[in-house]
């Protein structure tokens, strides 16, 4: 079975702080998907990514197929980045996600 | 429109009532998944449709569960004889193509509670 840990749960940063977010997982995959949610519900797509590093804005997204890791970074943090981190991956032939239990963000003013 | 759209946004139910969520698909999308999020947790895989075949429903907790998607775009997910542990955020995605790499547009989901 597939897991899918993250860490931290939760992080507290002040303004401008950088901050990383960690994933791990424990079978090969086909993609890991970074997603944003905010209170509500919604779910917004950051990164889909297969290798390497992706860049949009202020945020960043690398994995290491081989280490079966993958950070999400976010410089120059800002109150309007609080939310839920969640990291899911799409396992070898699957078509479902398989989602982390999330990171709670807070960036304080 | 323009993205996935889900009604009814909230939803609370008497135990022993049933539920049913809707889930509206962008256009054209091939792929449809149902997702369970129970509260300060990640998502968990209910069932996928491609076009309106259900390919895949190994995610639905109990035969209390059913879902649908006649028509290959519209998807229904029915809930009999809710219980409280129903209690949850159902999320909805879909994906333009069929297999498994497209990215996936969710819905804002449809919290159910039951008392």
């Known amino acids: 079975k597939n897991e899918v840990e993250q860490s931290p749960q939760n992080l507290t940063a002040q303004e401008g702080e950088f901050i990383t977010i960690n994933c791990s997982y424990s079978?090969?995959?086909?993609?890991l998907h970074w997603l944003q949610q905010h209170p509500g519900g919604g779910i917004v797509s950051l990164f889909m990514?297969?290798?390497g590093k992706k860049k949009h804005g202020r945020l960043i997204a690398t994995i290491n197929i081989q280490e079966k890791h993958s950070s999400l970074h976010i410089t120059a943090s800002h109150p309007r980045d609080s939310a839920v981190y969640i990291c899911a991956v799409l396992a070898g032939s699957a078509r479902q996600l398989t989602f982390g239990s999330g990171t709670q963000l807070t960036v304080l003013p | 429109g323009a993205g996935v759209s889900q009604s009814p946004r909230y939803k609370v139910a008497k135990r022993g009532q049933d539920v049913a969520l809707r889930c509206d698909p962008i256009?054209?999308?091939?792929?449809l998944f149902w997702y369970q999020q129970a509260l300060g947790q990640g998502p968990e895989f209910l069932t996928y449709f491609q076009n309106e075949a259900q390919l895949d429903k190994s995610g639905l907790p109990s035969d209390r569960f059913f879902a649908e998607r006649p028509e290959g775009s519209v998807s229904t997910l029915k809930i009999q004889r809710t219980q409280q542990e129903d209690s949850a955020v159902y999320l909805c995605a879909s994906t333009l193509g069929a297999s498994g790499g497209s990215e996936q547009f969710f819905g804002p989901g449809t919290r159910l509670t039951v008392l």
């Open positions: 990514l297969s290798s």
């Open positions: 256009s054209g999308h091939v792929s």
């Open positions: 079978v090969g995959i086909s993609a």
